[in-house]
């Protein structure tokens, strides 16, 4: 019965391990730096970089980059107003305030999801950055870059707003990792206890 429960225990933690690896090695990742006032967006499909999510760039007739996407400011950030504020940046409404979804990420430095979201807007700082996802099930990771001395750039990512499909936030890799610790000291211990 004790050998069976650790090699349960064994192969959760290496599958926790393979996970924070994996996350690492196969998340797309948008950049946010408040200093530059731009997200830098690194996107791909089937793993080939490729303009997978585009960033809206300026207002009236808004234009889409698979480079970046300026930040905007937006306020106050709830599902109303982001929804008018995307719409604003085209001629033609592009998304509608009943399919809009909002994830608070409790002021975090990183964010991790995975969305078939046709559109999703990320706030950080004191800043909105608006984006079109082109690749269907996208598996993103944003960063925030704070900038010293500026007010409101410490508050790091507030929350994610989605439009349309569905999204599921990604535990980051440090918290796997602290789940594999986890099953490594219950391990360490049931030896001890299993030796005594």
């Known amino acids: 019965m ?15 391990v393979l996970m924070v690896f994996g996350l690492s090695a196969q998340a797309n990742i948008i950049q946010i730096d ?64 009943k399919d809009a979804y909002r994830v608070d990420t409790g002021g975090a430095d990183s964010f991790s999801f995975v969305t078939t979201a046709t559109w999703f807007a990320i ?23 704070k900038a010293d001395g500026k007010a409101g750039a410490g508050m790091g990512i507030s929350n994610v707003t989605f439009w349309g499909g569905e999204t599921t936030p990604v535990p980051e890799p440090g918290a796997l990792a602290l789940l594999g610790a986890g099953f490594l000291m219950l391990v360490f211990l049931m030896r001890r206890r299993h030796a005594l």
């Open 2 to 16: 004790i050998s069976q429960v650790k090699k349960l225990l064994w192969v959760g933690f290496f599958g926790a």
């Open 34 to 97: 408040s200093d530059s006032e731009r997200a830098t967006v690194k996107c791909s499909v089937e793993n080939n970089l490729d303009a997978a999510c585009l960033g809206v760039t300026d207002g009236g007739e808004a234009t889409l980059s698979a480079d970046f996407a300026d930040l905007f400011g937006v306020s106050p950030v709830d599902e109303r107003t982001v929804t008018a504020f995307l719409n604003e940046l085209f001629e033609n409404p592009v998304v509608d305030e």
């Open 123 to 145: 706030k950080a700082g004191v800043n909105t950055a608006f984006f079109k996802n082109e690749a269907g099930a996208l598996d993103l990771a944003v960063t925030y870059a």
